[in-house]
């Protein structure tokens, strides 16, 4: 297997635009990527909100010094910036929270939003999960890709960087099939379709606590390489884990899309990775594990059907998630909250709502003992986020930022236009 470099690179904030250009530009030189035609640059946004969801998207300052050096380039034609942010939310959204929208008039740059393109189906070879994927136009007939991921701590994958970047190249069927026990597997498979010719990891700050609303804490760097693996084993070392320990970065490891082992990796730059590593030492893993958060409300985990653990990628992500945003969104909610009762899983045991909801999370949820107490269940495999927000932040006492009145015109608005695009797209291509 060939030696990968992966560049490390002090930039201590987001202040001097001129360095972070020279910086991607030197990178650019060293690594010697091939770009050319139409380049579909990503960026992570998975969710991004003016008030309590500014920390877990890939900077605007980044994806403008990325841009702005490759629509230099005479080689590159057109510059895509296109992603597909968290089921249910438009991603133009996002994008206008996030501070996205002036970038649309840099040279060479249009946006594409992947839940309103037509897609394509396309064959894998290598894949396991997916034989076949219905992409977004864009993500087929690119000629060659940027990824500009966000250095980050993911509350079930352990890390989310270069290689799980590739769940927003999906729209909401495709995304949910699969996103349970064997997500990892999942996310290996991706990148058959979504290979990188160049990665460009915003890491000035490290997302803590959760992946969409993370707590920041400050690492002074830019990462950038060519092969996605190397790249993943890197930033899982400095947020504290083994490559191995990550088991997406594991198993496309094992298909041969890239070296783990540093002696199979070549470091270059102005910043030691141990320095990185101590900085990101004893990293917030709130919700890492929901029986740690500082709350009354009681939790029933069971194994997934046929299995013997739990469906840490599943129904259990997207509850830690729902909990992350309605604490952003009102901190201190969840110490606050009812006591109700939530269950995932076959649970083996009696649940005793104690007196308030006992809340039945996902279609393969269900209770061997007795149940005490009044009972809803919210269905999906896995749920999906909004849904069991509604449902527990009701019952549990806590401000649903869907509910919000500040959400209701901007948001339905927003999600208008894209489902009338995305009905125009299917029907005239």
């Not at 702005?68 to 296109?82: A, D, H, Q, R, W």
């Not at 320990?245 to 070549?266: C, M, Q, S, T, W």
Request: overall charge positive; proline content about 6%; some cysteine.
């Amino acid at each position: 297997m060939a030696k990968q470099k992966v560049i490390l690179r002090r930039y201590e904030d987001y202040g001097d635009p001129r360095r972070l250009e020279t910086i991607i530009s030197e990178g650019l030189e060293e690594l010697k990527p091939k770009l050319w035609g139409k380049v579909l640059v990503k960026p992570n946004v998975i969710f991004a909100h003016k008030r309590y969801g500014t920390t877990g998207y890939t900077h605007p300052s980044v994806i403008r010094a990325l841009l702005t050096v490759l629509g230099k380039m005479p080689s590159i034609k057109e510059l895509i910036l296109g992603e597909r942010c968290a089921v249910t939310i438009p991603t133009r959204y996002c994008f206008n929270q996030a501070g996205y929208s002036p970038l649309a008039k840099l040279p060479k740059v249009r946006f594409a939003f992947f839940d309103e393109e037509k897609k394509i189906k396309v064959n894998l070879s290598k894949a396991t999960i997916h034989k076949t994927l219905r992409l977004p136009r864009t993500v087929v007939e690119a000629d060659c890709k940027v990824y500009a991921p966000k250095l980050k701590h993911h509350v079930s994958t352990k890390i989310t960087c270069a290689l799980k970047l590739n769940i927003g190249i999906l729209d909401s069927k495709e995304r949910l099939n699969a996103h349970d026990y064997r997500l990892e597997e999942k996310i290996a498979d991706l990148l058959e379709p979504g290979n990188p010719n160049f990665i460009v990891v915003d890491g000035v700050n490290a997302g803590q606590q959760n992946e969409l609303v993370p707590k920041l804490r400050h690492v002074g760097a830019i990462i950038m390489g060519t092969n996605s693996v190397s790249i993943d084993a890197i930033v899982a070392r400095i947020l504290g884990f083994e490559p191995k320990e990550v088991n997406h970065l594991r198993i496309a490891h094992e298909r041969g899309y890239g070296p783990i082992a540093l002696e199979d990796i070549e470091i270059s730059g102005d910043v030691p990775l141990a320095e990185l590593k101590e900085k990101c030492k004893g990293l917030d893993r709130t919700y890492a594990n929901l029986k740690d958060v500082d709350t009354p409300m009681r939790f029933f985990f069971g194994h997934y059907p046929d299995g013997k653990d739990y469906c840490h990628t599943g129904c259990l992500n997207m509850l830690k998630t729902s909990f992350a945003i309605a604490e952003a969104n009102t901190p201190g909610a969840l110490k606050k909250a009812r006591p109700i009762a939530i269950v995932v899983g076959e649970y083996n045991g009696d649940v005793d709502g104690a007196g308030e909801k006992v809340i039945l999370v996902g279609d393969c949820t269900k209770v061997s003992g007795k149940i005490k107490g009044s009972t809803t269940r919210v269905r999906g495999c896995p749920v999906t986020v909004p849904f069991f927000m509604i449902t527990y932040c009701y019952y549990a006492g806590i401000k649903s930022p869907y509910m919000d009145p500040r959400a209701m015109f901007s948001l339905p608005f927003m999600a208008g236009i894209s489902y009338s695009k995305k009905l125009f797209h299917a029907i005239f291509g």
